[in-house]
């Protein structure tokens, strides 16, 4: 088995520079100001970006009259969620083919985040894109090593308990010498990405932490897994929100998660 440097550097020579274009689209919407026009100046360097860009945007989903062919207008129609979701997904396309069922639960996990942001008084952009990227390890894993991997996730109970949350970074550990929010971390890092996202993605599973974001991370993480196996939360930090709401919004957005899955493969 190959040391972690091995892996990072595997999944990095295996990144295009078209990688630095989603992850400047990324850094840019971060900022209170930014604009369609600005977004347009930085995607129109990537033509594979553009084009997903542009096919959600004349897809039936925001089906409007007459066809939408100015890259600009096609990110105002989509607003900047939407193209945050795009470029969040072009970047772990990069890194490992997206299984899914983890794309589903990062998506979910990502508007889970949206719409607890207001409670825990943090940005609405800067919690999607957390819960966007905080299992990019998983998928480092899968690509580095998908047999193991599937074996540690064999032995590990879904939806986890803070026990099964435990027992799987005790596995990951044990076989890679890291575990996958770590890693995720490390990655985000290289990439400058803030400091907050940073650790609240490599403390998620750790419910000792608690600075705001992550445990808003946290919790987004634990409703994600409620809405894909439609069970009731009965952790703490979950019961502590007005969940019912949340859940119920959650499960609307789910069939949407999917059409959108389709859409920016």
């Known amino acids: 088995m190959r040391n972690i440097e091995e892996v990072l550097l595997h999944s990095f020579e295996n990144l295009s520079p078209a990688s630095h274009v989603a992850v400047a689209v990324l850094n840019e919407i971060s900022h209170d100001d930014v604009g369609a026009a600005d977004l347009a100046l930085i995607i129109a360097t990537d033509p594979v970006l553009t084009a997903k860009i542009m096919r959600m945007a004349n897809s039936s989903m925001y089906s409007r009259r007459g066809q939408v062919s100015q890259l600009n207008v096609a990110i105002a129609l989509l607003g900047l969620r939407t193209v945050q979701s795009i470029a969040l997904t072009s970047v772990l396309q990069m890194v490992s083919p997206i299984d899914e069922s983890d794309w589903l639960h990062s998506i979910t996990t990502a508007m889970a985040a949206t719409q607890l942001a207001p409670v825990f008084g943090i940005d609405s952009g800067e919690a999607f894109s957390v819960g966007m990227l905080h299992d990019l390890g998983v998928s480092l894993f899968r690509e580095y090593d998908r047999e193991g991997y599937q074996r ?5 109970n879904f939806p986890p308990s803070q026990e099964d949350q435990d027992r799987l970074l005790s596995l990951e550990f044990e076989r890679y ?3 996958h929010p ?3 971390s490390m990655v985000m890092q290289s990439w400058s990405l803030p400091i907050e996202m940073l650790e609240a993605v490599r403390h998620h599973h750790d419910s000792s932490r608690q600075t705001t974001l992550t445990r808003l991370l946290r919790a987004a993480d634990l409703f994600s897994y409620y809405v894909q196996y439609s069970i009731e939360p009965d952790e703490p ?17 789910k069939e949407q998660s999917r059409q959108t899955l389709l859409l920016v493969d």
């Open 152 to 156: 540690i996730l064999s032995e590990v």
């Open 177 to 179: 010498g890291t575990t």
């Open 182 to 184: 770590h890693l995720g």
């Open 237 to 253: 930090i979950v019961k502590e929100l007005s969940y019912e709401e949340t859940l119920t919004q959650l499960h609307r957005l």
